[in-house]
T-cell receptor, first 110, second 115 residues
Framework: SQKIEQNSEALNIQEGKTATLTCNYT??????LQWYRQDPGRGPVFLLL?????KEKRKERLKVTFDTTLKQSLFHITASQPADSATYLC?????????FGSGTKLNVKP | ETGVTQTPRHLVMGMTNKKSLKCEQH?????MYWYKQSAKKPLELMFV???????ENNSVPSRFSPECPNSSHLFLHLHTLQPEDSALYLC??????????????FGAGSRLTVL
């Protein structure tokens, strides 16, 4: 079956460091992947989308990469801040039906 | 008001009750979704509506009954629920059918507790 997985349940880093989160997919080739941020008790918020023919996408301190050979997307937050602490979700779109990974909870310590 | 609005934000119900969750989007989108989010599990896609027509029912038990009277409103009718149905229920919308990738806009969710 087609799967999208985020293997790290949690990531703890020090403020100012770069956080790197991983999303892997199996048994299919997505045209693009999406990343969302979710704060406790709230709905996810869209952050970035990267297409399969794009190696890298940036938005302010955020950077997403897409490696079709490794079947993997990496999500980076540079110069991380405590306010970046949240759960980050990757998602794929299959004919307008969106499927999510289980998320990685990022904790940025001051 | 803009975005996606869900009511109520919190709901406690007994197993024999009948209640409904409501979702309204003010974005002019033509697709609406219900997701279930339980602790430590991925978001589970429950139902998808495109142009008011249901296009996905992801093997959801019949005790959950969706209704989409128009492209802006979505309901989830609940009856005879089980304690394991306690979760955060998220509504989302998107603009389907356009060229390029679509993204979801979520509401804040309805936290449901079944006693």
């Amino acid at each position: 079956s087609q799967k999208i997985e985020q293997n790290s349940e949690a990531l703890n880093i020090q403020e100012g460091k770069t956080a790197t989160l991983t999303c892997n997919y199996t048994n299919y080739s997505p045209a693009y992947l999406q990343w969302y941020r979710q704060d406790p008790g709230r709905g996810p918020v869209f952050l970035l989308l990267i297409r399969e023919n794009e190696k890298e996408k940036r938005k302010e301190r955020l950077k997403v990469t897409f490696d079709t050979t490794l079947k993997q997307s990496l999500f980076h937050i540079t110069a991380s801040q405590p306010a970046d602490s949240a759960t980050y979700l990757c998602a794929r779109d299959n004919f307008n039906k969106f499927y999510f990974g289980s998320g990685t909870k990022l904790n940025v310590k001051p | 008001e803009t975005g996606v609005t869900q009511t109520p934000r919190h709901l406690v119900m007994g197993m024999t009750n009948k209640k409904s969750l409501k979702c309204e989007q003010h974005l002019g989108h033509n697709a609406m979704y219900w997701y279930k989010q339980s602790a430590k599990k991925p978001l589970e896609l429950m139902f998808v509506y495109n142009f008011k027509e249901q296009t996905e029912n992801n093997s959801v038990p019949s005790r959950f009954s969706p209704e989409c009277p128009n492209s802006s409103h979505l309901f989830l009718h609940l009856h005879t629920l089980q304690p394991e149905d306690s979760a955060l229920y998220l509504c989302a919308s998107s603009q389907s059918g356009t060229s390029g990738a679509n993204v979801l806009t979520f509401g804040a969710g309805s936290r449901l507790t079944v006693l």
